[in-house]
């Protein structure tokens, strides 16, 4: 989609497109090779059913032929100095139209391979070096009465603004609710993160606390739970079905904060025995449910755990053994995908310590660091 409008010299249109790389190939194929891009930006809110950005070009309007000079005597100093300046105007003209000839479309920061050996996947990296070379060529346009260039980006720049486009892609939410629940596979780490939760949120804040286990369809399932518990001072209590456990719930003091531990449903066990659980936690909206999943797992894993437990409606990610993780590209990604903001980061076996608020800057770092041969921007 086009928006024409004049701007005394220079003609400008604004197109809408779903990539800023769109609407240059659009613009251009209508406008010719020697227009001028002048402003990037994504799109109001009005015009977003148009396109979800907007880039604005311009383009000197064709010279007109003038008129043949009647032929005058040589000699004359009039015609000499009339020479000249049509001389200096030619001048002028050729150097605007070598301006425009020489302008190309804004190029792109290397950073697709670098976030891929991130652990992000191509798609998205893709998408994040277009938007940042967007914001790129957005700081590089500042005037259209100034010369047009192609942009020179420096490190701290491309480093800068790949940091503001990563972190604005997803969400934290550090904290739990009274009543806060741990879902995930098997192995995740929900048990001991439980223990941390109890420990920093709850006790340290001066609350009781109430742990219970779900995880009684297994050998010994609760017992590591019920042992925490005792060293805690708190209580614990098992229950072995949704019966059982509103019944937990709707018994503990009013002031108490409620923390459930599920057992590591396999996609079997979730269909055989652990659909009722779910449902019920899908339900209860005063449980607030948080999915537990492994950095070190990769995206295609995360994906079809956080689609398995999409029945138990999480709210929250908690993510577990960012210690053992090579990167946290997959983890991005999947809080992208499912729009989930994240809660907390655990990095170790130690209770409580090993445990931190989710926060944008630590998984922005780890990924922005894979950047350093991204610094050099390409035609």
């Not at 979800?52 to 005597?73: C, D, N, S, T």
């Not at 001991?192 to 420990?199: D, S």
């Not at 599920?262 to 269909?271: A, K, Q, Y």
């Not at 729009?339 to 130690?350: D, Y």
């Amino acid at each position: 989609m086009s928006a024409p409008q004049e701007n005394q010299q220079l003609q400008i249109k604004s197109y809408f497109a779903g990539s800023v790389q769109d609407a240059i190939e659009f613009a251009r194929s209508e406008m010719g090779a020697d227009a001028l891009l002048l402003n990037s930006r994504p799109a109001p809110p009005e015009a977003r059913y148009l396109g979800k950005y907007e880039v604005v070009f311009g383009r000197y309007p064709e010279r007109q032929i003038a008129p043949a000079l009647p032929v005058m005597p040589q000699g004359s100093s009039d015609v000499d100095d009339l020479r000249h300046r049509m001389d200096d105007i030619l001048n002028l003209l050729t150097r605007t139209s070598n301006s425009a000839d020489g302008f190309r479309s804004p190029r792109h920061p290397n950073l697709v391979e670098p976030l891929t050996r991130a652990g992000i996947e191509a798609a998205l990296a893709a998408e994040i070096e277009d938007a940042v070379a967007f914001r790129l060529n957005q700081r590089s346009v500042t005037s259209i009465s100034r010369p047009r260039r192609m942009p020179e980006w420096n490190p701290e720049m491309v480093l800068d603004e790949a940091s503001d486009e990563i972190s604005g892609r997803f969400e934290v939410s550090p904290g739990i609710g009274r009543i806060t629940a741990l879902v995930g596979p098997p192995g995740s780490g929900k048990t001991t993160t439980i223990v941390k939760l109890a420990v920093s949120q709850a006790i340290a804040g001066g609350h009781p606390v109430r742990l219970i286990s779900a995880d009684t369809h297994r050998i010994g399932g609760a017992e590591q739970l019920r042992t925490y518990a005792a060293i805690l001072g708190v209580n614990f209590q098992a229950v072995e079905n949704t019966a059982a456990l509103t019944h937990a719930i709707d018994s503990a003091p009013a002031n108490a904060n409620i923390l459930i531990d599920t057992p590591g449903m396999s996609p079997t066990m979730l269909n055989e025995v652990g659909m009722e659980l779910a449902t019920f936690l899908g339900r209860r909206q005063d449980i607030d449910t948080h999915l537990v999943l492994t950095a070190t797992t990769n995206q295609l894993v995360l994906e079809k755990a956080a689609s398995r437990f999409a029945a138990c409606s999480p709210s929250r990610l908690i993510v577990t053994r960012l210690d053992e993780a090579e990167t946290l590209g997959a983890i991005f990604g999947l809080a992208i995908r499912i729009e989930k903001p994240l809660s907390f980061f655990c990095h170790g076996q130690i209770i409580p310590e090993d445990i931190e608020p989710a926060s944008k800057r630590r998984i922005t770092e780890a990924l922005v660091r894979h950047l350093p041969r991204a610094m050099k921007p390409a035609a």
